[in-house]
């Protein structure tokens, strides 16, 4: 580029000269003073090694609402939602209305209302329904026409709303929804309550059935997050005079088939019917949790084996549908009781936990009683299912959705337990094709070395490559859902189970004192090299849900302890053939995220984000900063949960560990009182991604204690200079 004369005027008037030598040194000061710290904190980093085979070979990538929401542009909700659902909704399933509503199965009573409210429709319409395109409230007050002659005695009411304002924490305005007749009368409704959901349109177009269907799923994912140990939840759309009935559980959603009210008043008729006197079951209300009135108080029991637990307050919940469903309960007892949806393919949690206690694991929690409960397939049993609905692209009709904020159901991370609210209504975060590295032949320092191991890089000719390159082209699809092939199940099989385990314990992101933090953090560690090495299994599931403080009832005891095994693998087995991993996406390791086999650096990976999230976030939260400061404007750390996709968030994390400057602006986020830790996270990057002026993503070969020891012992230290 040729500079015009008034460009090099202006650079001649404006030299620069001087004005960076300041800062260049300050820079250069503060990086002598870090090197002496970081040098003298614990015993030398270990050098770059060679990568190490994956444990095992990884399960596909699939977007999940708990984990991905886009930064700007378009509504993050309906992309999370979209991305969840786009490969397991099915239309026009056969046996649906056999299985969920067919009068043979009904009590006179309710063929007899069936049957009376049939008169309304004179052969060609129903007689009262609003003519023309008729408004959402309009079609509201005709429903209610209809209930209040026919279906008075109906145990379930209809409701309406028209303000979000009317439901708890302003989820959004619901066109019409059901409650049981016996649910206390109030101005505020909640999602506790309802039994089904309903979204009314004006008219009908195909061509809005994406904007439709996630508006209606958004509605949903409230009723699970309120609900989270329900089975299903039935919904429907009435976009002018078609309808659509829905249900929606943890492996998707399904549907009748679109079909007018006019020329189809019978099915109409057995819809409103149905929705109105089904019982808890049809319902797909919680059935297992016995809840018994004990004096002035209702109280909640599980029954498994010989066991009777009383569930005391709610620890965790998932804000997703097509999920684990992991909801979480403290007892009594000091135990925890745990509701989950596992994928019926990997091996189930209880196996993993019988086989670390035989193997003597120490630092994992126990395994005191479990049943099984129910699976999708039984809850579908009887359905015939045609191929997935073929959704338009993925980036359309996304500006037709109202805003995230209009419903306040947007949960792009998992809560921690503190801020768990559970009730339930009465009566009832991966990879395919790894890239496997060469080995190398080089072998790790003596796990009893105590001396300072070199930081220089492997030699030219060293066979291995530290796994730093971008995924490869192929990989691209990987950042989005892909479709079942033609060998896979149309939807994945998940079975649900209860466990009691214990201890109870308390989330890490409850804790209240540095010292507990890296007490806890330290023994979790432990907990996992246990888990790898004695019990020959990866965890793969690291993140503040998944690590507990607990209360030891000996100095040597565990302080911290590993909670959630269904995510493990045994080592080097084959792939479970599982369509998901639904870890969270802050502390994915940027290897997991990149197609690469999980191995147990890359849960060390996800330990170490663990506690930079605990720094830099939790701290603020938990009030252990100072009185008079405040918590960052702008948090560094949402660019790990917040990207078009899992790509975009390994680059961004990429960039915070491979930066000196940006690994410096993340720790700049932690309060006045947590930058006595910048020591040991500069530390533990260095064990994990190597010496300045590299990125070293790969794991070393040799024993597992070259990285499980320096990191254990860093904590160590950082503890005792407390």
């Known amino acids: ?82 991305s969840e659902m786009r490969y397991c909704t099915f239309r026009d399933v056969g046996g649906f209305w056999d299985k969920f509503f067919n009068p043979e199965s009904w009590p006179n009573k309710y063929k007899e209302m069936l049957a ?33 002659p026919f279906l008075a005695d ?13 439901f708890e924490e302003g989820k959004g305005q619901l066109d019409l929804f059901l409650q049981r007749s016996t649910t206390e009368a109030s101005t505020i409704y909640s999602y506790k309550n309802v039994l089904v959901v309903g979204e009314l349109k004006q008219s009908y177009n195909p061509g809005r059935f994406k904007a439709d269907f996630l508006q209606l799923t958004r509605y949903v994912r409230s009723v699970f997050n309120d609900q989270p140990t329900r089975r299903f939840v039935h919904a429907f759309l009435l976009c002018g005079s078609m309808m659509e009935l829905w249900i929606f ?89 745990k509701f989950a949806w596992a994928s019926g393919k990997r091996t ?42 073929p959704f338009r692209d993925e980036n359309s009709d996304f500006d037709d959705l109202p805003s995230a904020t209009s419903t306040n159901t947007s949960g792009s991370k998992r809560k921690s337990p503190s801020d768990a609210t559970i009730n339930t209504a009465s009566g009832s975060n991966k990879k395919q094709r790894p890239s ?3 080995k190398g032949s080089m072998q790790p320092p003596s796990s009893t070395s105590k001396t300072k191991p070199s930081m220089q890089p492997p030699s030219s000719t060293s066979k291995t490559k530290p796994s730093m390159q971008p995924p490869s082209s192929t990989s691209k699809a990987l950042t989005k859902p892909t479709p079942p092939t033609p060998s896979e199940d149309l939807w994945e099989d998940r079975i649900y189970s209860c466990l009691v385990i214990s201890p109870a314990g308390r989330v890490i992101s409850e804790f209240s004192a540095i010292k507990q933090l890296l007490e806890s953090m330290r023994d979790a560690i432990k907990a996992h090299q246990s888990l790898y090495v004695t019990g020959n299994i990866l965890h793969r599931d690291i993140s503040p849900n998944n690590i507990i403080i607990t209360d030891p009832e000996t100095p040597h005891d565990f302080k911290g302890m590993l909670i959630d095994l269904d995510m493990a693998k045994v080592r080097d087995s084959d792939p ?39 720094c830099a976030r ?28 899992y790509s975009q968030i390994a680059r961004n994390k990429k960039g915070d560990m491979s930066s000196r400057v940006m690994f410096e602006d993340v720790l700049s986020q932690f309060p006045e009182s947590f930058k006595v830790l910048k020591p040991l996270c500069h530390y533990i990057r260095k064990i994990l991604f190597g010496p300045e002026g590299g990125m070293f993503l790969g794991t070393p070969e040799g024993d597992p204690d070259q990285l499980y020891r320096p990191i254990i012992e860093a904590y160590s230290e950082a503890i005792d200079k407390l």
């Open 1 to 82: 580029m040729t500079l015009s004369e008034q460009q090099k005027k202006i650079i001649a008037d404006y030299p620069l000269g001087g004005t960076l030598d300041n800062i260049r040194n300050k820079l250069r000061d503060s990086n002598e003073a870090d090197e002496i710290l970081l040098d003298t904190l614990a015993p030398g980093t270990p050098p770059l090694r060679p990568t190490a085979l994956p444990t095992f070979k990884g399960t596909p990538i699939k977007s999940s609402s708990n984990r991905l929401a886009d930064s700007a542009g378009v509504d993050p909700v309906a992309k999370e939602l979209f």
């Open 116 to 148: 009376e409210m049939k008169t309304k429709h004179d052969g060609k319409t129903w007689t009262d329904f609003p003519r023309g395109t008729p408004t959402e409230a309009l079609v509201s007050a005709w429903f209610r026409s209809l209930e209040k």
């Open 154 to 166: 109906a145990p379930n009411k209809l409701h309406t709303t028209t303000s979000a304002h009317q």
């Open 249 to 337: 559980d943890r492996a998707g959603a399904y549907s009748s088939g679109p079909f007018d009210i006019q020329e189809e008043p019978d099915r109409f008729a057995r819809a409103l019917v149905g929705y109105l006197t089904m019982d808890s079951e049809a319902m797909g209300l919680d059935t297992f949790i016995e809840r018994v009135v004990e004096g002035e108080e209702q109280q909640r029991y599980v029954t498994l084996e010989d066991k009777r637990a009383r569930l005391h307050t709610a620890m965790y919940k998932q804000n997703a549908i097509v999920c684990r469903g992991t909801t979480c309960f403290t007892t009594y007892d000091n135990e925890v009781v």
């Open 348 to 389: 189930s949690e209880v196996e993993h936990l019988t086989q670390a206690k035989k193997n003597g694991v120490k630092g994992v929690a126990e395994i005191v009683a479990h049943r099984r409960i129910t699976s999708i397939a039984e809850m579908r049993k009887g359905l015939k299912f045609p191929a997935a609905h």
């Open 436 to 438: 496997i590295p060469r």
């Open 576 to 614: 479970s053939g599982a369509r998901q991993i639904t870890g969270t996406i802050q502390f994915m390791a940027i290897e997991v995220m990149e197609n690469v086999g999980h191995t147990y650096r890359h849960d060390l990976e996800s330990f170490f984000y663990v506690l930079l999230w605990m």
């Open 618 to 645: 939790q701290s603020w939260s938990n009030g252990l900063a100072g009185g008079d400061e405040q918590a960052p404007n702008k948090n560094l750390l949402d660019r790990w949960e917040k990207g078009n996709d």
